[in-house]
C-alpha cells in the first residue's frame, strides 16, 4: 500500500492550493483519512481528519479555510486551502487507516508535499 501526495507548491498570501493523496494497493479498506502538516522546527501536527462516513475535523488554526473531502471510490483524499497564510508553510503530509486484503488494519503515510507560503 503506498499513498502518493500532490498539489504543493509556492503561493502567496491570501491564496489557494489543492492537495490530493491516492492510496494505491491492494486495499480492502480505508478508515480515517487526514492531512498533518510539519513546519522547519516544529512538531508535525494534525490539520484535519475525515472518516469513511464522512465526518471531519479540523485544528483550530484552519477551520474556516482549509476543507477535507475524500472520494472512497477513488481511494483519494483532498485539502482545498484557501486564504492561505505564511504560518501554513510546512510539509504536507497524507495519514490513512488501511486494511490491505489478507492483512491487518494498520496506519501508514504518505511522503509529503512542500506548501510555501510567501507574504
Known amino acids: 500500500v503506498q499513498l502518493q501526495a500532490s498539489g504543493g507548491g509556492l503561493v502567496q498570501a491570501g491564496g489557494s492550493l489543492r492537495l490530493s493523496c491516492v492510496v494505491s494497493g491492494s486495499i480492502m479498506a480505508i478508515n480515517n483519512m487526514a492531512w498533518y502538516r510539519q513546519a522547519p522546527g516544529k512538531q508535525r501536527e494534525l490539520v484535519a481528519r475525515a472518516t469513511h462516513s464522512g465526518s471531519t475535523t479540523y485544528a483550530d488554526s484552519v477551520k474556516g479555510r482549509f476543507t477535507i473531502s475524500r472520494d472512497n471510490a477513488e481511494n483519494t483524499v483532498y485539502l482545498q486551502m484557501n486564504t492561505l497564510e505564511p504560518g501554513d508553510t510546512a510539509v504536507y503530509y497524507c495519514?490513512?487507516?488501511?486494511?490491505?486484503?489478507?492483512?491487518?488494519?494498520?496506519?501508514?503515510w504518505g511522503q509529503g508535499t512542500l506548501v510555501t507560503v510567501s507574504s
Open positions: 495519514n490513512a487507516d488501511v486494511r490491505p486484503y489478507g492483512s491487518s488494519w494498520y496506519n501508514t
